[in-house]
């Protein structure tokens, strides 16, 4: 039943990309209506120029965004790669930080990445405890993604229903995705995903569990990739702050017009898995290690946010430029502040896939710890950012007028008076840059900045329980107990002997 959603046998460039994406009679909903095309949509195109910029990388710099694939022998994006040391992990971030400086936005291709690498891992290690056959199912699947160059988006967010029940125990058993029956050729599934990156922008996406679940959940326990344009899905296109402003025409009261990220509702309505794109079914006790594997790696992809970051700190610093002021000293000060805000977010994250290391199965995966501090301080220091982007850019970046005050033939010329800054900036210049800080602090990119940096990959306190879990605080009593003398020599030599979790990979040489 596998559709071949497009008509290209390999996706190289951008624009082959965005051809990719044409004619595929996608059920998508976008106030109350089905879109024809999306991408000829003006809300939803912007998030396809940002996924299409992952390709023209890979075109432009193939060693940062592509790799030579183990399956075909040729360039494929890095975004299907499969990590095989540690340098493989810190490239991700490397790119992940480029994109996010090339477009400012969520460029959308991170979960499918993450996904394919924790079930890299996860299928092997079943394989080893159940004699099933995922591994090879795994390895299949890939295959054919790098020989088409394909972009998989992964699927793990259910609704969830009431949060203080199992997925077994909801009134309705649709708030987790589950499968409904089974045939000899494969498994039907029903349930829905929320806020999906980049779901429609995908070719095929991996549907997986979003926590630990227990013996009664078996039947939720399912991973499986189908094709986006998979009988049964329905997507609900989630709305972002200013969103219709991109159906206005101009290119100014949008803040960035080429590019924008993008979330949607998938409901899956008896969807069928053939069983040869089944990746888990059942093995429930292998949920929560496939959730923190997967957690482990997409939460220093929000490395993406400092790419960003990188283009919020050039707008703050070009307003100041603009306004007349970008020697004042408290201006130098406050740039240097966001500056260092970002750069931590980066310095976790990074530090994360250098202490990365190998998994049974040969894949890599970074370090968890690492992992969760650096979107833990993403959940923060965004926000932050923004705050002082805002300061630098003064009340006009939320009372400028429209850009069709801008062009009216009366009124335009008043605005291009008395919303010029320094003399020989055009006014329109500066409104542009006022715009794209709204942009980003306020409008259709404060989702990705803000609002995603807060939720993605897990809201903070889903941070705090790992970092709570693995801080090792016994280890820590005992290193204090030593210096005051309240431990023995011996204690001592376990210290420095038996390391474990976290220190373990702290101190491996
Ligand atoms: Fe990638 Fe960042 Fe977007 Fe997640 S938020 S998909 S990590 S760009
Ligand atoms: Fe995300």
């Known amino acids: 039943m596998t559709q071949n959603p497009t008509k290209i046998d390999k996706i190289i460039t951008g624009e082959d990309y965005i051809n990719s994406l044409r004619g595929r009679n996608l059920r998508v909903y976008l106030f109350g209506e089905m879109v024809k095309e999306p991408v000829d949509h003006p809300m939803i195109r912007p998030s396809i120029n940002a996924l299409a910029k992952t390709y023209d990388l890979a075109v432009a710099a193939p060693e940062l965004a592509s790799v030579i694939s183990p399956f075909t022998g040729e360039r494929v994006s890095r975004f ?105 050729e494969g498994v039907y599934v029903t349930g829905a995903k929320a806020h999906q990156t980049g779901c429609i922008n995908s070719h095929w996406m991996v549907v997986m569990p979003t926590m630990r679940l227990g013996e009664n959940d078996k039947d939720f326990a399912i991973v499986g990739a189908v ?129 990365g290391y190998a998994t049974d199965s040969g894949a890599y995966i970074c370090d968890s710890m690492l992992s969760n501090v650096c979107k833990h301080h993403v959940t923060k220091m965004p926000y932050e950012v923004g705050r002082l982007a805002q300061d630098l850019a003064g009340g006009l970046v939320a009372t400028l007028p429209s850009e069709q005050d801008l062009n009216h033939p009366e009124i335009g010329k008043l605005l291009k008076k008395y919303l010029k800054g320094k003399a020989d900036i055009p006014t329109e210049d500066r409104m542009r840059m006022l715009r794209l800080i709204e942009n980003m602090t306020l409008g259709r990119n404060a989702v990705g900045y803000l609002t995603e940096s807060m939720h993605g990959a897990g809201s903070p306190q889903a941070q705090r329980i790992q970092i709570g879990r693995a801080m090792q605080l016994e280890y820590k009593k005992r290193l204090a107990k030593i210096i005051a003398g309240v431990e023995t020599e011996e204690d001592k030599d376990l210290v420095i002997n038996e390391l474990s979790g976290y220190f373990e990979r702290v101190f491996a040489i």
Do not use: W
Request: overall charge negative.
């Open 80 to 184: 299907l790669h499969i990590c095989t040391d540690a340098k493989d992990l810190v490239l991700q971030n490397k790119m992940q930080r480029k994109l996010g400086q090339l477009t400012g936005t969520c460029f959308q291709r991170c979960v499918g990445m993450d996904a394919f690498n924790s079930l890299y891992s996860v299928t092997f290690e079943m394989d080893e405890k159940y004699k099933t056959s995922y591994h090879q199912r795994m390895k299949d699947f890939l295959k054919k993604m790098h020989t088409c160059n394909y972009v998989v988006g992964g699927a793990m967010t259910d609704v969830k229903g009431d949060r203080s029940l199992a997925p077994h125990q909801q009134e309705d058993q649709d708030m987790f995705l589950r499968v409904t029956r089974r045939t000899e």
């Open 227 to 355: 094709p986006v344009d998979a009988k049964g899905i329905t997507y609900i296109y989630g709305r972002q702050s200013c969103d219709t402003r991109s159906m206005e025409g101009g290119t100014i009261d949008v803040g960035n017009a080429q590019y924008g990220g993008q979330e949607a509702m998938v409901i899956f309505e008896d969807v069928f898995i053939p069983t040869e794109n089944i990746f888990m079914d059942g093995e429930y006790d292998f949920a929560a290690m496939l959730v923190e594997r997967f957690t482990a790696y997409h939460r220093r992809s929000y490395v993406c946010k400092s790419g960003v970051g990188d283009v919020l700190i050039g707008a703050a610093a070009s307003i100041a430029e603009m306004n007349g002021v970008p020697k004042a000293s408290h201006i130098k000060d406050k740039l240097v502040q966001m500056t260092h805000l970002n750069e931590t977010i980066y310095a976790t994250g990074i530090a994360s896939s250098y202490q």
